[in-house]
């Protein structure tokens, strides 16, 4: 079979190495339309539960990625100055860059050997291939040229921009702050000794009361340090591309037409609130990989994949949807005691309650409990 991969992120290059371990004289060819070492954001996070999928399935890769990810056991909120934590939420994350790099070497290692600086823009260039792996992205090519996959595309209503900094964080941590322009929340880990994640997010009010979309990408770095300056301890902002966005909601009804089929963003994404999406694209690629194995022909893998994989990912994105939810009144639940708003946070996709909560939480729930 010879297979075209579009898009040399996380879902392709993992989609190709997976593969062609399998199938080391398969002939897949991988396209990606930036360089090596190009790459947009900065860290990329995982629960500690989104990585036992991993292992179980390729603990060769795990031990290869796993040196260079930073981890913790709790995570904590900032309200109004005050710190809440919450123990036995564990997270890891790395660099996007170095995730990418790691994933390049696990595929160069079976011979993969993407076509970088390549974009696929005609049909033309993909007729000779059996089967085609749409893995571009968002703004997917593939899944725009075909009407067939009935694509909808919603935004999420807060703004968000995507900035690095020089602090490292001990826990993954939300701050909440008001300022003169209204209420703003910083999402931010660090995944490097001396590297973090900084997202920042806003309402839509609070967006133009900031003037933030007329300001230059340098003028917006400066008054996010500024408005951040507790949190951020002299330390600055790290832009690169940094530009205030609406996330987009992205499904699709169909997952494959003829011999196209979709992965990660291009078929679906989740709020960053919870740090899903890279694990949903890795997880994509490893069930497209089962499916090629246990059937004969493209056509009936390609339906099997979406059978299996699709109530899966459903799940995870209505409680990725909840979760955003929340965000987009969080504002209203400022108003809240600090440790009520720790709970209205840690319970807000319906997952997790306070009998959960006393089974992995215990020091964050005596110390909510006796407050009560």
């Known amino acids: 079979m010879k297979i075209a991969v579009v898009g040399g992120g996380p879902a392709g ?71 809440v934590a919450i123990d036995g939420v564990g997270f890891s994350a790395i660099g996007r860059l170095e995730l990418l790099k790691l994933l390049q070497a696990r595929a160069a290692s079976v011979g993969i050997k ?14 000779t291939f059996d089967l085609i792996v749409a893995a571009d992205g968002v703004n997917s090519w593939l899944r725009a040229n075909h009407p067939q996959f009935r694509t909808s595309t919603d935004l999420f209503r807060n703004k968000f921009i995507w900035f690095g900094t020089t602090k490292p964080f001990e826990t993954l941590t939300q701050t909440f702050v008001e300022c003169e322009y209204g209420t703003l929340n910083a999402h931010h880990y660090r995944y490097a000794p001396d590297k ?15 003037n933030f979309e007329k300001l230059s990408e340098d003028e917006n770095k400066a008054l996010c340090e500024r408005l951040f300056m507790q949190t951020l301890e002299g330390h600055k902002l790290i832009s690169n591309k940094s530009v205030w966005r609406d996330f987009p909601w992205i499904w699709n009804e ?36 089962k499916a090629l194995e246990l059937e ?31 965000y987009e009144n969080f504002p209203e639940h400022m108003k809240l005691a600090p440790l009520d ?22 020091k964050f729930m005596a110390r909510y409990e006796a407050a009560r």
């Open 341 to 362: 708003f720790a709970m209205s946070y840690i319970t807000r996709s319906g997952r997790i309650g306070e009998a959960k909560l006393r089974e992995m939480s215990p």
């Open 196 to 210: 973090s994640t900084f997202i920042i997010e806003c309402d839509r009010e609070t967006f133009v009361r900031a």
């Open 114 to 127: 993407p076509e970088f600086q390549r974009r696929i823009e005609s049909a033309d260039d993909l007729k």
């Open 13 to 83: 290059l993992y989609f190709a190495y997976l593969r062609k371990r399998k199938h080391p004289s398969a002939e897949i060819a991988l396209f990606e339309q930036n360089a090596a070492d190009a790459t947009f954001g900065f860290g990329v996070v995982f629960s500690d539960r989104a990585l036992d999928f991993l292992r179980a399935d390729d603990p060769e890769t795990v031990e290869a990625i796993a040196p260079h990810m930073e981890h913790w056991r709790d995570m904590t909120l900032v309200l109004r100055g005050e710190r």
């Open 254 to 289: 169909r997952w494959s037409q003829e011999n196209v089929v979709l992965v990660g963003d291009a078929l679906h994404t989740a709020h960053f609130s919870i740090g899903s999406g890279t694990r949903l694209a890795l997880e994509d690629s490893i069930a497209l990989a």
């Open 296 to 326: 004969p022909s493209v056509h009936t893998a390609l339906a099997r994949y979406e059978g299996e994989r699709k109530p899966i990912v459903e799940k995870i994105v209505k409680a990725s949807k909840t979760s955003a939810a929340w």
